[in-house]
């Protein structure tokens, strides 16, 4: 129930751009978007004007709107650009890895228009995670896609940066929210390298002007306490504090384990035993080149996200033995650490949980060392996609770590759904949509 609340507090407090925006060059206005997306000639920028914001007046103060962006991609008229953001799924058919690469330049660059100079420094912005993402309405191919951020709220050191995807539905003359996605992004002092506020500087303050202004900043909050309250209950060993698994949670991994038992032992049939999380675990590796840097001279972070989605989707795909899947969304995409160009990267995508027509899959993302391939990989990246499908089956985790990340995995299922019902109504619109 309060999810549900939160998808319609949502969609109720977009943001209404100005009625007049100006056409803005991407590669002055948005330049990590123009650095890293090989389509940014084929997009239309658009914002206030002002190329760099800054601070307005004695206050320091900015609204949303001072340093929006909007980026739309032209669907309906680009061929080109719409065969190079296709995807198989009829209620998702523009790429969701694309969505999220866009997302992690955009919100850069709107951020830096916030923040301008702090006392005579432009200080260093980096990305901290995405988290509160949802697919929210079927997008359509052929229409004309807006990506549209903003700043929600602003701390000392870090910023809340809201992105909404939207598409106009002409039968009706309304705008549809079809996307959405929340950034935190963390502003770092140039000479030092420390956070802001521990060098007694702060990111300018955020005007509220409307109501909805007023919304989407409870709303950031609401968000903050989540993440907070995740990182005070993560099981992940990998977490700062990690808890142990409680009573309630061991028992439903018993459960589990005790039921795999029960099939063999009484038929010795393994066909009706879930598989484990190792039969569909992929990995894929890449060296990190030059050309996939961003303005700071590591690797952009757009790229970790499309090729941890393509692999999430490959992932899913298997495990819905090749039926149609809905990709829905994250639960959250964790920046850990930085990646240099020349590393050598391994994404590894894993079923870590599963209902009948939901399943999760996380991707943890490692740097590893070739002068010793037995060296503990250092973590960088850590996201959890989320996809709909039918008649998944269920997934059993084996090793003790596969047991924590099905725990994780499974108090968002039950907290954050989707509801197999949910996904169950969704699926039967695609079917109605192909006849």
Known sequence: AEFDQWREDVRGSRLVAPETTTSMPLQKAAPFLHSVCPMEKHLHLSGNGDFVVGPDGAEGLLSPRDSLLQCTYPLKSDELLRHATADFSSFAPVRLGKFYSVVDALTADVAYRHC???????????????????????TYSHRDL??????????????????????????????????????????????????????????????????????????????????????????????????????????????????????????????????????????????????????????????????????????????????????????????????????????????????????????????????????VPKRSNRITFVFGGSNFPGILPETYSEMLEYIDAKKLYEVEGPTDAEVEYIIKECRSLKK
Request: hydrophobic content about 35%.
């Open 116 to 138: 301008g100079e702090i006392d005579g420094n432009i200080p260093t912005l980096v990305t901290a995670g995405h988290y509160q993402s949802r697919k929210l309405d079927k």
């Open 146 to 375: 807006l990506i549209q951020s903003y700043v929600t709220q602003v701390g000392t050191s870090s910023m809340e940066v809201r992105t909404d995807a939207i598409q106009f539905n002409e039968e009706d003359n309304t705008e549809v929210l079809v996307n959405v996605c929340h950034t935190v992004m963390v502003a770092l002092d140039k000479e030092s390298g420390k956070s802001l506020g521990k060098v007694g500087k702060a990111i300018p303050g955020l005007k509220v002007e409307t109501d909805d202004d007023a919304q989407r900043q409870a709303l950031a909050e609401q968000h903050a306490n989540i993440r907070r309250q995740r990182a005070a209950k993560t099981v992940q060993l990998h977490a700062p504090a990690s808890t142990p698994p409680n009573m309630e949670e061991l028992e439903c991994l018993h459960q589990l384990h005790q039921t795999r038992v029960k099939h063999l032992m009484v038929d010795g049939n393994s066909s009706d035993i879930p598989p484990s999380v190792k039969d569909f675990t992929f990995q894929s590796s890449a060296i990190i080149f030059p050309e996939s840097r961003n303005v700071h001279g590591k690797l952009f972070g757009g790229f970790v996200m499309e090729e941890s989605q393509s692999l999430a989707q490959y992932c899913a795909t298997f495990f819905a033995k090749g039926k149609p899947i809905i990709p829905l969304g994250i639960d959250e995409a964790v920046f850990l650490s930085p990646i240099r160009i020349g590393d050598m990267v391994t994404f590894e995508a894993k079923v870590v949980h599963s209902s009948a027509n939901t399943c999760r899959v996380t991707v943890n993302v490692d740097v590893k060392d070739p002068a010793d391939r037995h060296k």
